[in-house]
Every structure is written in C-alpha cells, then in structure tokens.
C-alpha cells in the first residue's frame, strides 16, 4: 500500500482521522492525500438571499440581497477551510508523511471516490460521525456512499468517546 487518501470534514472527528492516517502513512510510507470538499450549499444559500430585483423588497421598502456579499461570505468560508487543509497536510509532513492538501468543491462522497480513483489509491480514511438512523434516511451518510462504492479499501475511523 503506496497512496491514502484521507477525507476530512473538520468536524470533532477530524483529529482522530488525520491521527490515524498518519499513523498508517507512516507505517507504509504512503503518499497521502488531505481532501476536504466544500459543500455547494453554502454558496447556494448565499445567492438565494441575494437577487437582483426584488419588488417586494421595493414595496416594503428593505434592502435587496446583495450578490456582491454573499459571493464574499462564500470567498471567505472557502479560504477558511483551505488555511485549516493546508495546516492537516502541514502537520502530516512535520510527522514525515509525504502529504498534500486537496480542496474540491460540490458532492462529497462523489468527488472522494472520483478523486480516488483518479489518484490510484490503495486506501481511503474517512470519519463516521454516528448520527441516529432518522438523519441516515433524510440525508444519507457520505461515509456510507464510500464505503459502498469504494474500488479499494476503506478505513471507518469511529467518532470520539463522549
């Protein structure tokens, strides 16, 4: 096993999976890989408030949503969550992994296993947040589409103790 992709969503899971990847990189001398994937609904909630004309707006006399704004709000998440991806992959190196930093943007689970794919790895690592069996079934789980589709091995890194 020469290459390990590991996916992060920054939430309180993030910790153990990056130190359980580098725990594995380390053991293998494995390139790795830090991808984390900026949901689209973000910019979309952010346009969605912000239109060109609104004549309700005229009529009651509010503001109409600036577009201008919300493309900034956007422009300042994306920037927040590549600082924290560039200081994972910083963190993995000072550990003596051989790592990169990846930011995509749109589908979480799509976009990890096309990246996958794409960079030939022998490994994905990604977190399990343990949400209840209702949020599953509304919302799906992008750890269980991975594990699902994934053509190589998949390590499931459990949620933190509480």
């Known amino acids: 096993m020469k290459k390990i992709l590991v996916a992060v969503d920054f939430s309180k899971n993030t910790g153990k999976v990056v130190e359980q990847a580098t725990i594995l990189a380390r053991g ?13 609904q973000l910019q979309t909630a952010a346009y969605a408030g912000a239109s060109f004309y609104d004549p309700a707006a005229t009529f009651i006399s509010a503001p109409v949503g600036d577009v201008e704004m919300a ?8 920037k927040q969550e590549h600082q924290a991806l560039l200081q994972l992959s910083k963190k993995l190196r000072e550990a003596g992994v051989d790592a990169q930093a990846m930011l995509l943007k749109g589908n979480a689970a799509e976009l990890i296993l096309e990246q996958a794919e794409n960079l030939d790895v022998d490994m994905i690592v990604i977190g399990s947040h343990g949400h209840g069996l209702l949020r599953k079934m509304l919302l799906g789980s992008v750890t269980e589409k991975v594990l699902l589709k994934a053509f190589c091995n998949v390590l499931i890194v459990p949620p933190p103790m509480e």
């Open 28 to 40: 293998l001398n494995a390139k790795t890989w830090i991808v984390h994937v900026a949901s689209d």
């Open 71 to 78: 493309r900034d709000l956007c422009a300042e998440e994306y």
